[in-house]
């Protein structure tokens, strides 16, 4: 992480105005199948290491050209999401992604991403960003107005959409650098009956209300929790 970074990362005030969520949420067959991904979780990060990996994802707006470097999260928003991430991490099957959002006070989505461990390294992707959507996978025409900056020991991951067009997905990337301990992967959380649906129930419906999923992976999530019974 440059030395730039982190100045202003630490200089920015904390924003008690804005509203945290961390939470566990489906990652579809299709998606890990499409970029080949091969999940290892649940594990158990270090704070410190979920830490290092936040204060250096890096980010350039597109005005007339593109800006400098600046960082996606605050030492606010480090600080803040950081342990609830670790502890998702934990609990994430090989099925999950972490999900993140910060609003503020008045509702708006300011940032709003994606985690996973996958055996080539850890795995970010911002999806909004100063209250600017990105899909992934979609690589737009027009030109984007952000895209993430990888640093050192990070990648842009990329995608072969048609046999020999390999193109770079701009807000997703990834930490080669970062090697997966086999002493720090844990056993699956083993499904309990009754109470723990319902509890699975109320926690999709958390999702649902705060647009952390869309209306198909609820409906879809819902059905496999109900089936299971």
Request: proline share 3%; aromatic share 8%; glycine share 4%.
């Given at each position: ?30 998606e890990k199948n499409n970029y080949r991904l091969k999940i290892i979780q649940p594990y158990a990060f270090s704070l ?60 708006k989505t300011l940032l709003k991403g994606d985690t996973f461990l996958t055996s080539q390294g850890m795995n970010w ?56 301990n086999p002493k720090h992967v844990l056993k699956e959380p083993q499904q309990k009956d009754g109470a723990n649906v ?32």
């Amino acid at each position: 992480m440059s030395s730039l970074l982190a100045v202003e990362a630490f200089c920015q005030p904390r924003n008690i105005d804005h509203n945290y969520s961390v939470a566990i949420a489906p990652l579809k067959d299709q998606e890990k199948n499409n970029y080949r991904l091969k999940i290892i979780q649940p594990y158990a990060f270090s704070l410190k290491t979920l830490q290092r990996f936040m204060q250096s994802l890096a980010y350039q707006e597109r005005k007339v050209s593109w800006s400098s470097k600046k960082r996606v999260f605050s030492s606010s928003d480090v600080e803040v999401l950081a342990p609830r991430i670790k502890q998702q991490f934990a609990l994430a099957s090989k099925n999950h992604r972490v999900i993140y959002q910060i609003k503020n006070r008045q509702g708006k989505t300011l940032l709003k991403g994606d985690t996973f461990l996958t055996s080539q390294g850890m795995n970010w992707r911002i999806t909004t960003l100063k209250r600017s959507k990105r899909k992934i996978g979609d690589f737009s025409i027009a030109g984007d107005s952000w895209r993430l900056v990888p640093l050192s020991g990070q990648k842009h991951k990329n995608h072969e959409r048609q046999k020999n067009l390999i193109q770079d997905m701009t807000n997703w990337v990834l930490f080669t650098s970062f090697h997966p301990n086999p002493k720090h992967v844990l056993k699956e959380p083993q499904q309990k009956d009754g109470a723990n649906v319902k509890e699975r129930l109320k926690v999709l419906e958390e999702l649902k209300r705060e647009e952390l999923i869309s209306k198909e992976e609820y409906e879809k999530k819902r059905r496999e929790i109900l089936n299971s019974l």
